[in-house]
Structure formats: structure tokens, C-alpha cells
């Protein structure tokens, strides 16, 4: 990790295993980010904060072993490394998994409970409109989000941040975003829709580190 400074961009890596890199990567970019696919520990070590995608979470836990990346990227986002995971990057970076694969194992980060493909069958993918904390605007513009096969976060440590719960509907009040220290994570694909404001966030926040 190289200490972030305000007089260049920060370099955000991207998970480069599975799911959408290159819409983060794009949307990191058109944030003022620059980017970085992230596929081996020496790609890690130059990146200022870190994007975990969505996909499957079980098979991105499988390819991080593979690429010999688990226990790196787990010691860096312990050692405090600013990471977002959307999606699967959410379980991804959740301490506790409910709902989880027989002996699926996480990275973890984030204090909280995070239930896997917890919308159920009947909702497996929706959208909604989402009033979320800490991004501009967006009593007056919500942020529209999707979720696909999305996990929500079923409990939160006392320093986590609830960010977003969604508004209406069965879901009514499950927390869908959620941030601590500077790791972040939403059960929705922000990197999909050209709303730039969830990737703007998570720049400033590790601009702000610097
Ligand atoms: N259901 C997926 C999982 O368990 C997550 C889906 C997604 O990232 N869109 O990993």
C-alpha cells in the first residue's frame, strides 16, 4: 500500500478474478481514480484502496486461493487498506456470513452479519430507489439500485455505519449499505447503473486518508 496524497489520484485496484471489473474499473475512472486489475499480490501492494466486485462468492473465494491472493488481500484489508465490495465483494468482506456455502470462508473487515442470497427466489433480482447516507443528493436523487441474488446485512457491530436500508416493500428497513472506518459495501451494483456517486464516495473516502 502506498500512502494516499492529495496531489495525485488515488490508485484503486479492482479484483480482477470474476464479476464486473471493468464496470468498476470505468466508473472508478470516470471518478477520478486510477485503476489497477488486481490479479496477484504484487498488483496489491501498489494500490491505494480496493474494489471487490460482485459475481459468486464462493467461486471468487476459490480463485483468490488459486491466485494466492486470500491471505494477502485479508492482511491488507486488516492492516486497513480501504476496500468496497459490492454484491458478493460484500460477503466477501462481511466477519460473519449467515446463509453461507458449507464451509465458505470470508475475508472479512467489516463487522457485521452479512445473510447470503437472502432476497429469496421470489425476488432474486429487483430495483429500487435508495436514500443512502454520505452520497449527495440523494434525499432529492435517489440512488437507483439493483440487486441480483443480493445478501443483505443482518447485524452490524457497534462501530458500522448503517448507510442504506431499503424503503419499502417485504425488504422494508434490510440494511443494504454499510461502511466502517474506510471499508464499504452495498448489497447492489452501483458499477451498472452510470450513477456515479457510490464509486465518488468511496474515492473521497480514500482520498481523505492521505
Ligand atoms: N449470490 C451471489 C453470491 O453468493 C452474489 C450475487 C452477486 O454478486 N450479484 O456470491
Not at 58 to 61: F, G, H, L, N, R
Not at 121 to 124: E, N, P, W
Not at 182 to 186: E, L, N, P, R, S
Given at each position: 500500500m502506498t500512502p494516499a496524497d492529495s496531489s495525485r489520484p488515488p490508485t484503486l485496484?479492482?479484483?480482477a478474478l470474476q464479476g464486473d471489473v471493468r464496470e468498476h474499473r470505468a466508473a472508478l475512472e470516470a471518478s477520478g481514480a486510477r485503476t489497477v486489475a488486481v490479479r496477484r499480490e504484487s498488483?496489491?501492494?501498489?494500490v491505494d484502496g480496493i474494489v471487490v466486485p460482485g459475481g459468486e462468492s464462493?467461486?471468487?473465494?476459490k480463485l483468490l486461493r488459486t491466485f494466492g491472493l486470500f491471505q494477502p488481500l485479508q492482511d491488507a484489508v486488516r492492516g486497513g487498506l480501504p476496500a468496497y465490495g459490492s454484491?458478493?465483494?460484500?460477503?466477501l468482506l462481511a466477519d460473519r456470513l449467515a446463509g453461507g456455502a458449507p464451509g465458505q470462508a470470508t475475508i472479512g473487515g467489516l463487522d457485521v452479519t452479512v445473510r447470503r442470497n437472502a432476497f429469496g427466489?421470489?425476488?432474486?433480482s429487483?430495483?429500487?430507489?435508495?436514500?443512502?447516507?454520505g452520497v449527495e443528493d440523494s434525499v432529492e436523487r435517489p440512488v437507483h439500485a439493483v440487486f441480483i441474488r443480493a445478501p443483505w446485512v443482518e447485524e452490524v457491530g457497534p462501530g458500522v455505519q448503517v448507510l442504506a436500508r431499503v424503503g419499502s416493500g417485504e425488504a422494508a428497513g434490510r440494511i443494504v449499505a454499510v461502511r466502517e472506518r474506510?471499508?464499504?459495501?452495498?448489497s447492489f451494483h452501483p458499477?451498472?447503473?452510470?450513477d456515479l456517486r457510490l464509486h465518488r464516495l468511496f474515492v473521497q473516502i480514500v482520498s481523505e486518508r492521505g
Open positions: 485496484g479492482v479484483l498488483e496489491l501492494a501498489e464462493t467461486t471468487i473465494e454484491c458478493a465483494g460484500m460477503i427466489r421470489q425476488v432474486d429487483f430495483e429500487t430507489d435508495l436514500v443512502v447516507d474506510d471499508v464499504m459495501a452495498t458499477e451498472i447503473t452510470g
